[in-house]
């Protein structure tokens, strides 16, 4: 059962090599690089990952070998499409292949909440009894899932054992649900774990998120767990230029490639075109924000 | 009380002068003319109004010439508005002048069900007991109300007296909600009245449109109140073509204006800038489908 | 070279049993259908193809039937896809089975015209020298191309060679393009052929869309070449009322699939789920349509 | 001639009391405080200050006392109005008043750059020769300008002497935009300075956002003017976790209100109706996030 998930799930990048195709050899580097920085589970072909942009047989492989690679550990894989019948294709191959659960967003264009469910009524009459995490993401989606929304879904589908929460402000919509829901799930936040400190603060279960730097991550969690508020805050507060940094969607993407190629996590920092590049004038301010954080973390 | 409501509302033009200012006299030449083909009420200030172009002093001066000549039919007057101090300013006014009730669609932006209601909670808040029509009109307000919300909205907010339906397809809907609201309003439908005599089918009350030919509209209620179904589908067919041809939005509204120009029902046909012009080509073509259409008519 | 294009191609449908399953004989019944009531070629996998529905494999297969079945009429085929990497993948595969080419709306999402050749760039650098067909329909992909952007898009890229224009009105952007495209290419016209006639007196050289009639697409096409345009007017007008009930999105196919079925063109109606599912009171419509329609033909 | 506009430009917020009146006498110690820490100039009625709220009355009444007390700084006016006879009366009253310009963002509804520039052409033949900001806010307006398109509107329309630039990512589009602009503007930043050093160091001129402690922006400003660039990325790190609380949209304003009003700026901390309230948890989270911050001052 995904409802007692707690701790940190890291949002995986999808390894390319420069000529655009699938680096798998760098999934195992990658995977390596997170659990030696703290990672309790992954969550592979998300937005961040470039999942819009595989084949399904590209799609497979990927999710296959993170898989294969994790050790164990639980890899949740995201299979939103807009096509049913392609989202339960994939479904039933990752959990097949070990996946411990599927990670859906409604598709753009569901415009009710009737529309909501009936989506979901169908999506669940099709893979059947699947451990999923429900993700509110309205700025990527379009979908705009309110509180008591969210409460019936949860109500009404047993699958549902995990909500990955990115609406913004999350925090105060963090407090409502952990005030509403009926029954315990898991919440995990992304966002790229801009709010994490205060989201811990509002009862979140940890981060599903990405960022070059997932000790961070893992070291808010950890200490915030271990009641040490104002330390959780002080050691997010030195990545949070990095962070934010990073926090420009797809470009942002780009950034956390080249930083997590810098370190050894992949061999190649490409991102699979059409996506943005890198100029040297954004090298240039990496370099800047990385001697920055090498500073403040020298001082703390 | 509006919830008894039926009939033919027709949805007005602003007569403007060549230059763009608004012509006041038309005023009176079109509601005359609407009155004369049937009309038993007026939509004033709706999209198809020109609405949005005008300022606040002269959209009050306008709903206010229509409401004086309406010789005591009902006049409802369009005041939805992104601003809530502004939708109130202008309700408190018209209602003042005469106003049987004003008509409110939800604000684009709004994205949850929960968001709908609180709209509507605060701007019943402001505005008190004013009978008010709802409008469902999805394609032009991007909000998209479910059968569930419209019918909690019709039980919660007793000034809800009745529903423009103009979401697509609007048959189903009407079918939905007259098995589903608590309590009896009177429907009413728009998109140009494009499914009028289905839409009688279906149980509304009547029309709320626009069209050259209102003749049509009030032709085709009479004959479906009647019980004559099949005349009333003949009649409305007959327009359809020339219906058809006005339902091109902006552009649609700016032949409805020069076929009301030349049936002497306003000076003008000009729709203030900016705002589509027509060509010889646009008015030849407006040639043949009037042409047609009487053709259709000596034939029946 | 498709540029050449002209008459009446046929969106089709895609059947499916009661079950959901593909129905691969009855495309091969609805194919022999549309050519006896005079298709010239056809687009399979659009938008009223439900083609959002099926997996990759199911889309082979099924644009694999319909080309094998055409008899050597042009057979074009939908590849549009958030992936481009699924988008060339299907255009390859269908190529190699012997589609005449391919059509291509921009995905949702794209924000400037700058993104916009950013992306139909990258498109063609992936699938090289194959006919497409752009499609121009702004209110099923939110992205909407202005004249001097399609005649750049044209000018740029010797792909295409074939414009399906459903924008609206279509009838004043036909007119604009035809005076400003620096090279000649086809247009044809969708939006369920609801402006057909006036499309033609603009220039177009064919329609491009689905009906359960297809001989009134085939009629009003070859009248109006033959210079009878007061007749192809009055044969579209007969139909016009049935074809305003099918011309409603989604729901407008269900009905059409109905039709079709009566007709004997597929085996069963349904739609695969998520669609609507037609109603009694729906059922009813049909039959008062149909009679009416068979009364109208009978009196011309 | 705002071309040569550069420093720090606060966007204001408009004080309510609790009943939801406008609160004026709150605007002179508002503009005192903003002016003793560093304010060039000011930008009033923008999405910030709640604009869309007010009646036109009002609006004129709290841009009048925005410009009496500014003592002689510049005050920039938004006027962005879905109704260009509103925003073309607003115009002339403010300019009548003293403002040094208008803020205008293109309206939400316009789609292709033919639209975008038709809307512009529009605008000034009706405003005139009047000094112009032109406000590229997508994420607001749902508009989005290209650089190619922005490029082109300065190049044809003189009024344009500023661009608020806040898209995102901000920081590569003012590169693309310094080199592709025909001649030169100002260039300010909005998105509440969450990227002000690397923007300063893209080349704009200064922020054009509101903050709570507006002596970070002028502080970055003339430290980073000074050729201080690694003290100027200190000084803002030092605030980042505030300025990322502030930064969540209309919620992020109440928290903004609460600090002003605490710091002894505004008398009231209310935004008018329907906006957000803060609980006694989101006020924890301020007081926490402000002890942290004055700890980092004081160690710095």
């Given amino acids: 059962m995904l409802t007692d998930t707690r701790g940190v799930y890291i949002v995986t990048q999808t390894p390319f090599a420069a000529d655009g195709a699938t680096d798998l050899a760098s999934i195992d580097t990658l995977i390596d690089f997170y659990s030696s920085h703290g990672a309790d589970g992954f969550t592979v072909l998300g937005v961040a990952g470039e999942a819009a942009k595989l084949t399904p047989a590209e799609a497979l492989a990927v999710a296959g070998r993170f898989i294969a690679r994790a050790g164990g550990k639980p890899v949740i894989v995201g299979v939103s499409n807009a ?17 411990a ?10 415009k009710t909440e009737e529309e909501l469910f009936a989506y979901f009524a169908g999506v669940f009459a099709r893979i059947g009894d699947v451990p999923t995490v429900l993700q509110d993401f309205p700025f990527s989606t379009g979908v705009w899932m309110s509180v008591p929304s969210i409460c019936r879904l949860v109500r009404e589908f047993p699958q549902i054992q ?5 609406d913004l402000p999350s925090i105060t919509k963090i407090t409502k649900l952990r005030e509403s829901l009926d029954r315990r799930i898991a919440i995990l936040t992304g966002n ?6 205060l989201e811990m603060g509002r009862g979140i279960d940890g981060p599903m998120a990405g960022f070059s730097h997932p000790e961070m991550l893992s070291g808010v969690y950890r200490l915030y767990t271990q009641g040490k508020v104002e330390e959780a805050h002080a050691l997010f507060d030195s990545y949070l230029p990095l962070l934010s940094y990073e926090n420009q969607s ?12 810098r370190r050894g996590a992949i061999a190649c920092a490409a991102m699979r075109q059409p996506g943005p590049r890198l100029t040297p004038v954004d090298i240039g301010e990496i370099d800047l924000l990385l001697r920055q954080l090498q500073r403040r973390l020298a001082a703390a």
Avoid: C, H, Y
Wanted: net charge negative; proline share 6%.
């Fill in 192 to 197: 790229n774990a801009m709010f994490l400190p």
């Fill in 250 to 261: 797809q470009w942002g993407v780009a950034v956390r490639k080249e930083v997590l190629r």
């Fill in 101 to 110: 659960g599927v990670m859906i967003a409604p598709p753009t264009g569901l």
């Fill in 162 to 166: 995990v909500l990955k929460e990115e």
């Fill in 83 to 99: 096509s049913v019948a392609q989202l339960a294709e994939l479904t039933a191959q990752v959990m097949d292949l070990g996946a």
